[in-house]
């Protein structure tokens, strides 16, 4: 073999054992008498010294030796005179018997080290290096802890693990398709699952009860840091359950992964939030509840002032800023800024100051009276030494604006603390939103989400009423996962394609593999799905899911590293019966 230990295992107790080590060259300290090595693979670093009375070939071989080299070292084990607590090996060192050089390496283009000198684009550019790197390799590991955890705890439950195609036809609804072209079947295509939803209701019908799988899913949109064209969710559906039985054993699966891999305790039942409510105390269905500042509706209090900014305004709404009456005039000025940027998209900002010994100024006083002033402050709870921020407009509009006012304040109070984990449901969602320019409703979810059964009545009357059964689990800012009870109603399901705008032969052409299923007896069934990626990232502490993917896209959904997307051979565009079109600029 070429190593009899790893170079991260070495201790005291190994002191005077024979050794084989092999591994990367990370550092070479040639002090004349004596030369150092520190010696890497994935388990750590062991330093390995040659000194003066080593062998010629030997010292020959270790001034040769640069950075990732790959070498074989076999020797003894010493107690180490100057010991280093920083590192699990540091009590030892490895005298050096023999050195092999297994492979000759260039110079990295980049520190392969904890902190490294790359930039984002060059270690993309180079990812196999930069999986070299500790943080990296961490990342690594906790990614496959947490699918070990996954996996244990679902089978545990009864779950099956069960494969779906990733070739399947396209139902446009939702984010763009990838598509596949059929070489067998010129002019059609396949698409790449966005998730494998109709899949695992056809996994019910066919009478798996409990079925999951960590699964790759593809979509087509415009990428940020908590987005991939590809990505993986771990993916799950039950049948004959109600929502209250699944919120049930995935809140028990969620407590359980803090604990096991980040030690992590739940003693509460997690909190379970309507979405009118998420949004109008935190202005998102994603509220981060690590801290307070809740938002509060002042609509009453600030029409009536002949403020037209605000007497114009639809919805009046603000939260108190903790501790931050203190806050320069150039400070609140940022604020304002921020507020304006397009990103916010928001006209301006309105503030009132608590003062310590019951001073209250306002960027409005010459609308408003000190009483006037209180009572918004009141309503916002603002106590003395914060400082009241508030916006107006339309109403869900303003909320969403504010909510990343309130974020970024939150940021500057250092609240985000990625240590601190504040968990939650969001349930009761809308069952459609209307789009404008369509005009029309699309499902907020997807298709075969059930309404609640008692907002059924309104499904033609009053489709904006409907609420659907579906929740969405969420943590500190972030929806982790989501899902609902589908339906398995026929004539429930037809109803639902026309509220969507679908016509009988649009939906039999897009699904009816699966309303031909529900033919043959569909259980009650449902289910949600978890952001593998997301979930990693978050217990990592790092906002980018990138880190936790080892061979991810940039931002314009380029691999960097091999270099695709990339153009194909005339002869294969022929087979698929495929020929190119200049784009133009939009």
């Known amino acids: 073999m070429y190593r009899s230990n790893t170079c991260g295992e070495l201790r005291a107790a190994n002191i005077n054992q024979c050794v084989t080590l092999a591994g990367w060259v990370q550092k070479v300290r040639n002090l004349g008498a004596m030369t150092f090595i520190d010696l890497r693979d994935r388990y750590g670093i062991t330093q390995i010294v040659v000194e003066e009375t080593s062998a010629e070939q030997t010292r020959t071989t270790a001034a040769r030796l640069g950075r990732e080299f790959v070498i074989q070292v076999k020797g003894r084990v010493i107690e180490r005179q100057s010991k280093n607590p920083k590192m699990p090996t540091g009590d030892i060192e490895v005298a050096a018997d023999e050195i092999t050089i297994l492979t000759e390496a260039v110079t990295p283009p980049f520190t392969i080290e904890e902190h490294s000198d790359g930039g984002d684009d060059l270690r993309m550019k180079y990812r196999y290096l930069d999986l070299r790197r500790p943080p990296l390799q961490r990342n690594m590991i906790l990614r496959h802890k947490m699918a070990q955890e ?13 494969e779906t195609p990733y070739l399947i036809k396209s139902t446009p609804e939702g984010a763009r398709d990838f598509v596949v072209p059929s070489r067998m079947n010129p002019n059609e295509f396949y698409a790449l699952p966005q998730s494998p939803q109709t899949l695992k209701q056809l996994l019910m019908v066919a009478g798996y009860d409990r079925y999951f799988q960590i699964v790759r899913c593809f979509r087509d949109e415009d990428l ?52 009118i409510e998420a949004m109008e105390k ?36 603000g939260f ?7 806050y320069t005039r150039k400070q609140i000025d940022a604020l304002t800024e921020f507020v304006k940027r397009p990103q916010v998209g928001a006209k301006g900002l309105v503030w009132i100051r608590l003062e310590q010994g019951g001073g209250i ?17 009141e309503r916002l709870g603002a106590k003395e030494g914060d400082l009241c921020l508030v916006m107006c407009g339309k109403k869900f509009k303003v909320l969403t604006q504010l909510c990343t006012l309130r974020l970024e304040v939150a940021e500057q109070l250092g609240l985000r603390d990625p240590k601190k984990f504040a968990p939650l449901w ?38 904006a009423r409907v609420r659907a059964n579906a929740y969405d689990f969420v943590c500190n800012g972030t929806e982790l996962g989501g899902g609902s009870i589908r339906i398995h109603d026929a004539q429930l399901q037809s109803l639902i394609f026309k509220c ?56 314009a959904g380029r691999d960097v590293m091999l270099d695709g997307p990339s153009p194909i051979a005339p002869e294969q565009l022929e087979e698929l019966y495929l020929s190119l079109v200049t784009p133009t600029e939009k």
């Not at 705890?153 to 693990?161: A, N, Q, R, T």
């Not at 980040?262 to 939030?273: A, D, Q, S, T, V």
């Open 150 to 162: 996954i996996r244990r705890f679902l089978d545990s439950e009864g779950f099956l693990e069960i």
């Open 224 to 275: 940020r840091a908590d987005r991939q064209p590809e990505f993986t969710q771990i993916d799950c559906e039950m049948s004959f359950v109600e929502q209250d039985d699944v919120l049930e054993i995935f809140e028990r699966w969620a407590k359980h992964m803090f604990k096991s891999v980040l030690g992590i305790e739940f003693n509460e039942p997690l909190r379970r939030m309507p979405w």
């Open 282 to 317: 935190y202005g998102s269905d994603k509220p981060d509840l690590r801290f307070g500042m809740e938002f509060a509706d002042i609509t009453d209090l600030a029409h009536g002032h002949s403020f037209s900014v605000f007497d114009d305004a639809e919805y009046v709404v």
């Open 320 to 326: 108190a800023a903790t501790g931050c009456a203190s």
């Open 361 to 377: 100024k306002s960027s409005i006083d010459k609308f408003f009276s000190p009483e006037d002033l209180r009572a918004i402050a």
């Open 426 to 463: 969001v349930i009761d969602f809308p069952m459609f939103e209307w789009d404008d320019e369509t005009e029309r409703f699309y499902a907020m979810h997807h298709p075969f989400t059930s309404p609640k059964p008692e907002d059924v009545q309104y499904l033609e009357s009053d489709p």
């Open 500 to 555: 969507l705008g679908f016509t009988p032969e649009q939906a039999e052409a897009q699904f009816g593999f699966l309303i031909n299923a529900f033919k043959f007896g569909a259980p009650p069934h449902g289910g949600l799905a978890f952001g593998f990626d997301r979930l990693c990232s978050l217990f990592g502490g790092s906002e980018s899911i990138r880190d936790y993917i080892a061979f991810p896209k940039n931002n």
